[in-house]
């Protein structure tokens, strides 16, 4: 059976849960490996939640990249049932999410760079993106800060979505979850 009105192509419906798993793994493993590393002085299973978080990071900005050049390609329009604040404030959140996404594995991979650990598993080097510095604390740092900032957005994001989906009922949230038919 269809789904009822306008719904996101199968390709952005794939790159938003793709991108939605990464995020939701990578900011607490973020928060736990930086905990874990002074704890233990930077023990082997902290070496290894360093890389694992390096190379998904790494990933996620190809997927974000392919996924910022789908959505301009363009999308479904804004439903029917948003009142104007649901508008302006969705699209506010959506802007500034797609304006982290790429920004915040960027910062990263840049950090990395300055600071001269681009090794992932000791199996390969990341490209450097930047000249070793003194600079890769600082940038590390601004990673942290902007990461927190695109996980408390995700957090709006994930409650209006509910709240559309729960307390509405108005069939936004299935724009997005639904998997047929493949085209809108
Ligand atoms: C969307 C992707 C990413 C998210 C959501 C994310 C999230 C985070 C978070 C929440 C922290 C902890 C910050 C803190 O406690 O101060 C962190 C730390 C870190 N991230 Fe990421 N990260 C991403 C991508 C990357 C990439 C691509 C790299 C490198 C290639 C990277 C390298 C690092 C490093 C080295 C730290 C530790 C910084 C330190 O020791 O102070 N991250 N990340």
Redesign the pocket.
Same mark, same amino acid.
């Given at each position: 059976m269809p789904l009822p009105g306008p719904h996101y192509s199968l390709t952005a419906k794939t790159l938003h849960w793709i991108t939605a798993a990464?995020?939701i793994v @990578? !900011?607490p493993? +973020?928060?736990y @490996? !930086?905990?874990r +590393?002074a704890a233990t002085n930077f023990d082997n299973l902290t070496n290894t939640l360093?890389s694992a978080?390096?190379l998904i990071?790494?990933l996620?900005?190809w997927v974000v990249a392919a996924r910022i050049l789908n959505r301009l390609r363009g999308a479904p329009p804004p439903a029917e049932t948003l009142t104007p604040l649901e508008r302006v404030a969705s699209s506010a959140v959506h802007h500034l999410l797609y304006l982290l996404?790429p920004i915040?594995?960027l910062l990263?991979?840049a950090?990395?760079s300055a600071?001269g650990?681009r090794d992932v598993f000791g199996w390969f080097s990341?490209p450097p993106l930047l000249p070793e510095s003194s600079a890769g604390?600082a940038i590390?740092?601004i990673?942290?800060v902007a990461?927190?900032t695109?996980?408390a957005l995700a957090v709006l994001h994930i409650g209006g979505a509910l709240m559309h989906g729960f307390i509405k009922r108005d069939g936004v949230m299935n724009r997005m979850i639904g998997w047929w038919p493949l085209r809108r």
């Open positions: 990464a995020v @990578m !900011v493993l +973020g928060l @490996m !930086v905990r +590393g360093y978080h390096k990071g790494f996620l900005l996404l915040v594995p990263g991979w950090g990395v600071y650990a990341l604390d590390l740092a990673h942290g990461a927190l695109l996980a």
